[in-house]
């Protein structure tokens, strides 16, 4: 039987307003399957039990009195621990905020208390979100719930965890170079990257910068529809903060499937790309290509500069937020942040430059590109989960990687051209361990992307190669 913590975050809420589930009920299914689960993964980092066990007995209170529900009345959230909560330990994955305990929530934060969700605690990550492997020198590395000996991907490593064993329906991420999506990946759960400002971050330090977004994750893509709309909103102290979100509000309808033109690439034409799981996007995609209006091969033209440009700006913006810390603190830096500085310290202002300006031509191509097809596919990441032992992979196909970065450049090009981006279950790669596409659209398409995502999740579910598959000791 199903227990209350595996139901989907929009099933559980549509119970608690019809008296039929209550938030301590849900809230104690979590807790029991944290405790039986996290002590072997460590996707939780912090806990905020107590606070939250009291916050479930007012949500079932307000349930009682027929007070008016927030959109995510009674439902546990896992915050990453990239995100301030007040009274409860941040440390960003850094020695350096050990034991940090912000005075006030971050912004979005803040909306999910007011929306009803209740925070949980804080799932692990990289340090300052600086790798694609969740491990740091604070908390150490969270194992994939498929087989815990391996990576689940980063930075939101432990968010994705999280919700693939049933210990939160909803969790909170961000992603830069593709730190929501690839842990979504590797996990099987949904992780959306939205276009800039769809969800307002004054808290990032480096705020005239638009790679860096915060967004939603959850077991379907409604449910992270539902988290996104807590998230939302104006605010004039982010300055790429969107007011509106057209088609955001209220219930969607998954998009037609039938009047899409849609273009599947495995590579981008440019990322590294390990054989076998090439061989399984091309076996997946087969399955389902037919539920479209028409479908073709189709690259982005990101260009040959695109990823000299990422890696400037990401130097660029490592220069920007960490040089007091690596000056001040070099010894208690973990290498990714430190390697990222360094890389920073050999671009020159040309390059920035050139960077600047390629990146905007790239968004310009990428954006054309969506007026002869309306959504593109290709895979979220580029090999199987490997050993979280492993910083990273070295090569790829036998070719070496020219960084640390390299194997995931499947979303990282991406990021470059600020679009709305869908991390989507696709059943199990070849090595038995989840796989995922992406499902991409021009920046501010994020509600048209959402429902043509939960079109196709109906569509993947109906073969047993591409529906989402479940740790086997949940199922």
């Known amino acids: 039987m199903t227990q209350a913590c595996d139901l989907t975050a929009v099933q559980a809420r549509r119970l608690i307003g019809r008296r039929e589930l209550s938030p301590v009920e849900l809230f104690d299914s979590c807790a029991r399957r944290i405790a039986e ?23 079932e209170s307000a349930v009682t009195e027929g007070t008016p529900l927030g959109l995510l009345h009674g439902l546990p959230v896992a915050v990453k621990d990239l995100e301030a909560t007040a009274g409860l330990t941040t440390t960003y994955g850094s020695r350096l905020f050990q034991g940090h305990v912000p005075e006030q929530d971050e912004l979005h934060v803040q909306r999910i208390r007011a929306a009803g969700g209740i925070v949980i605690g804080k799932t692990n990550t990289p340090e300052f979100g600086a790798g694609s492997n969740t491990t740091n020198l604070v908390y150490g590395a969270t194992g994939n719930p498929f087989d815990s000996d391996k990576t ?16 939160t329906p909803l969790a909170t991420g961000s992603d830069y170079g593709g730190s929501l999506r690839t842990p979504a990946a590797f996990c099987g759960v949904v992780g959306f990257r939205p276009s800039p400002g769809v969800v307002p971050s004054p808290a990032r330090g480096a705020l005239l910068t638009s790679l860096s977004v915060l967004g939603p994750m959850g077991r379907t893509v409604a449910d992270a529809r539902l988290l996104l709309q807590a998230q939302t909103g104006a605010t004039r102290l982010d300055p790429f903060a969107v007011f509106e979100v057209p088609g955001l509000a209220g219930e969607s309808s998954p998009a037609d499937l039938a009047s899409l033109r849609v273009g599947f690439s495995v590579d981008l034409g440019c990322a590294p790309m390990d054989r076998g799981i090439a061989r399984d996007f091309e076996e997946k995609t087969t399955l389902f290509r037919g539920a479209f209006r028409s479908h073709e091969l189709r690259d982005p033209p990101l260009g040959p500069l695109a990823d000299e440009v990422f890696e400037t700006l990401r130097g660029m913006n490592f220069i920007a937020l960490h040089a007091d810390k690596v000056d001040s603190h070099r ?6 942040v430190v390697d990222n500085f360094e890389r920073g310290l050999k671009i020159s202002a040309r390059d920035v430059g050139r ?23 290709c895979p979220t990441a580029a090999v ?12 790829i196909n036998g070719e070496p990687l020219a960084t640390y970065m390299s194997w995931y450049s499947i979303t990282y090009l991406l990021s470059l051209a600020l679009p709305a981006v869908v991390s989507l279950p696709c059943g199990l790669d070849h090595q038995g361990m989840p796989f995922g596409i992406q499902v991409v659209g021009p920046m501010g398409s994020d509600a048209r992307v959402l429902a043509v995502a939960a079109a196709l999740e109906g569509e993947l579910a109906r073969h047993p190669q591409t529906r989402r598959a479940v740790p086997r000791w949940v199922s």
């Open 37 to 59: 689960h996290n002590p072997k993964l460590n996707a939780f980092v912090a806990l905020d039990l107590d606070r939250a066990r009291d916050a479930a007995r007012q949500a």
């Open 152 to 167: 689940c991907g980063g930075s939101s490593g432990g968010s994705a965890v999280a919700l693939a064993c049933g210990m």
């Open 331 to 336: 010894a208690l830096l973990g290498a990714n």
């Open 355 to 377: 960077a600047l300006t390629e990146q905007s031509l790239l968004f310009q191509r990428f954006a054309r590109l969506f007026d002869e097809i309306d959504v593109l596919i």
């Open 384 to 395: 199987s989960p490997f050993p979280h032992s492993l910083a990273h992979p070295k090569a």
